[in-house]
């Protein structure tokens, strides 16, 4: 029906600079309330006019002028390694022409690219006078981007403050690795999930890793603050690829390649498929009022034609007053009533079409929704986010709606919708 290699943000171009890929952040469905600055809900990652990656140089393994000069001088990027009160580790980096360099924290302060503030259930982040401690570092990654093709991107835990400098304290889980180079974990940790078989239809979950400071890659230790690291994976790399998923502890982000982003929809694509729906005319069983989807802009404002479903069968509905809460405004969650058409009960939920075309790994047209948020999207796309645990504090993992970022309920976490046709 659409042909995704036309009007595409995503693809590739000889016009402007070189795009290494884009990330997103889960929970924000297309746009954060407020967007402004570095504070966003996407981030493009583009060939920068000057290279300003860095790669490891000198290591100074006692406390000599020269480390102390490394960790001083402004102009030098460092990490140091506290190991005692009397012994700190200080490795100098140096300039790496063929590299761009990212990062993404929480930090306001300009070496952060990409600032990431903690992600609540339906995408509203916490407000500036948040009481609730954020477990996003400060400083929480950096990627390293190649300039030349194929333009791989590796992702490393920590990131370089204002005076360039990475410090892990004594508290901090570091070692000594065989080669006598350093490395070691930040407090929360950085995770990393890469999708089997790309972001396809086919795709599926893989394994969530933790990411070291020097980016080598473990299991995951016992809670993500623990002092004991996991086990190193040897055969697996800090390289990300088209769906990797990046969590912070606090939000996580969806890594998506240039090339994978020209195989996806557009924001164009999701009006067509919402305007195609609408067209349909689909009524409601009961009440035979026409239902439809409000436009992309107004996805968070409940209309008169939205449609809503009851989440334990799907028969759609236009919204009615019997049998439960006469308000459309209160909780959707606290809305349990007796489908008419089969008696089923179930949570009764407004549907929202999925506006960040990223979660997509299909065109296809929105016949399923989450349970129990509602929001709407292809079959494969619920089917594909259903069977990714994601982190969920310092411990727990749960699946989630990539739009809302709520936890999934039910058996399966999506339920496919049954629309009503027009009987004229």
């Given at each position: 029906?659409?042909?995704?290699?036309?009007?595409?943000?995503?693809?590739?171009?000889?016009?402007?600079?070189?795009?290494?890929?884009?990330?997103?952040?889960?929970?924000?469905?297309?746009?954060?309330?407020?967007?402004?600055?570095?504070?966003?809900?996407?981030?493009?990652?583009?060939?920068?006019?000057?290279?300003?990656?860095?790669?490891?140089?000198?290591?100074?393994?006692?406390?000599?002028?020269?480390?102390?000069?490394?960790?001083?001088?402004?102009?030098?990027?460092?990490?140091?390694?506290?190991?005692?009160?009397?012994?700190?580790?200080?490795?100098?980096?140096?300039?790496?022409?063929?590299?761009?360099?990212?990062?993404?924290?929480?930090?306001?302060?300009?070496?952060?690219?990409?600032?990431?503030?903690?992600?609540?259930?339906?995408?509203?982040?916490?407000?500036?006078?948040?009481?609730?401690?954020?477990?996003?570092?400060?400083?929480?990654?950096?990627?390293?981007?190649?300039?030349?093709?194929?333009?791989?991107?590796?992702?490393?835990?920590?990131?370089?403050?204002s005076s360039k400098n990475i410090f892990?304290?004594?508290?901090?889980?570091?070692?000594?690795?065989?080669?006598?180079?350093?490395?070691?974990?930040?407090?929360?940790?950085?995770?990393?999930?890469?999708?089997?078989?790309?972001?396809?239809?086919?795709?599926?979950?893989?394994?969530?890793?933790?990411?070291?400071?020097?980016?080598?890659?473990?299991?995951?230790?016992?809670?993500?603050s623990a002092q004991q690291r996991g086990?190193?994976?040897?055969?697996?790399?800090?390289?990300?690829?088209?769906?990797?998923?990046?969590?912070?502890?606090?939000?996580?982000?969806?890594?998506?390649?240039?090339?994978?982003?020209?195989?996806?929809?557009?924001?164009?694509?999701?009006?067509?498929?919402?305007?195609?729906?609408?067209?349909?005319?689909?009524?409601?069983?009961?009440?035979?009022?026409?239902?439809?989807?409000?436009?992309?802009?107004?996805?968070?404002?409940?209309?008169?034609?939205?449609?809503?479903?009851?989440?334990?069968?799907?028969?759609?509905?236009?919204?009615?007053?019997?049998?439960?809460?006469?308000?459309?405004?209160?909780?959707?969650?606290?809305?349990?009533?007796?489908?008419?058409?089969?008696?089923?009960?179930?949570?009764?939920?407004?549907?929202?079409?999925?506006?960040?075309?990223?979660?997509?790994?299909?065109?296809?047209?929105?016949?399923?929704?989450?349970?129990?948020?509602?929001?709407?999207?292809?079959?494969?796309?619920?089917?594909?986010?259903?069977?990714?645990?994601?982190?969920?504090?310092?411990?727990?993992?749960?699946?989630?709606?990539?739009?809302?970022?709520?936890?999934?309920?039910?058996?399966?976490?999506?339920?496919?919708?049954?629309?009503?046709?027009?009987?004229?």
């Amino acid at each position: 029906m659409f042909s995704l290699g036309q009007e595409n943000f995503s693809t590739a171009s000889t016009k402007g600079p070189v795009r290494y890929g884009e990330l997103i952040v889960l929970g924000c469905n297309g746009s954060l309330p407020s967007e402004k600055g570095r504070r966003k809900s996407r981030f493009s990652l583009c060939r920068r006019n000057k290279a300003n990656g860095v790669k490891p140089s000198t290591v100074h393994t006692s406390c000599t002028p020269q480390a102390a000069k490394a960790v001083s001088n402004k102009e030098q990027h460092s990490i140091s390694y506290t190991l005692s009160r009397a012994q700190t580790v200080v490795v100098e980096y140096t300039h790496d022409s063929d590299t761009d360099m990212f990062q993404i924290g929480r930090s306001t302060e300009s070496p952060i690219d990409f600032v990431v503030t903690d992600t609540v259930p339906a995408g509203q982040s916490l407000a500036d006078g948040q009481t609730i401690q954020s477990t996003i570092s400060r400083f929480a990654c950096r990627i390293i981007c190649q300039r030349h093709p194929p333009y791989s991107a590796r992702i490393y835990a920590a990131g370089f403050d204002s005076s360039k400098n990475i410090f892990l304290g004594e508290k901090a889980a570091k070692w000594r690795m065989q080669d006598g180079q350093m490395d070691g974990l930040t407090t929360n940790g950085v995770l990393v999930m890469h999708p089997r078989q790309g972001f396809t239809e086919g795709s599926r979950p893989g394994v969530w890793r933790e990411i070291s400071v020097c980016g080598n890659v473990f299991m995951l230790r016992e809670t993500r603050s623990a002092q004991q690291r996991g086990k190193m994976v040897v055969s697996e790399y800090n390289e990300l690829v088209d769906g990797s998923l990046i969590d912070l502890c606090g939000a996580t982000l969806l890594w998506r390649t240039a090339e994978g982003l020209a195989r996806t929809p557009t924001v164009k694509h999701l009006e067509a498929l919402r305007q195609d729906f609408n067209a349909g005319r689909p009524q409601c069983p009961v009440g035979f009022n026409t239902l439809a989807f409000p436009s992309l802009r107004r996805k968070d404002v409940l209309d008169e034609k939205q449609p809503w479903a009851y989440l334990r069968c799907g028969h759609v509905h236009g919204y009615h007053c019997w049998g439960g809460r006469r308000d459309p405004e209160v909780e959707a969650e606290c809305q349990e009533r007796e489908c008419p058409m089969c008696r089923a009960p179930g949570p009764y939920v407004p549907l929202w079409l999925g506006c960040e075309p990223a979660f997509y790994v299909d065109a296809e047209p929105p016949t399923h929704a989450f349970v129990p948020c509602g929001h709407v999207c292809s079959e494969k796309t619920t089917a594909y986010w259903s069977q990714i645990s994601l982190p969920h504090g310092t411990h727990a993992f749960h699946a989630a709606c990539p739009f809302c970022i709520h936890p999934l309920s039910g058996e399966t976490g999506f339920v496919r919708l049954i629309f009503q046709s027009p009987l004229d």
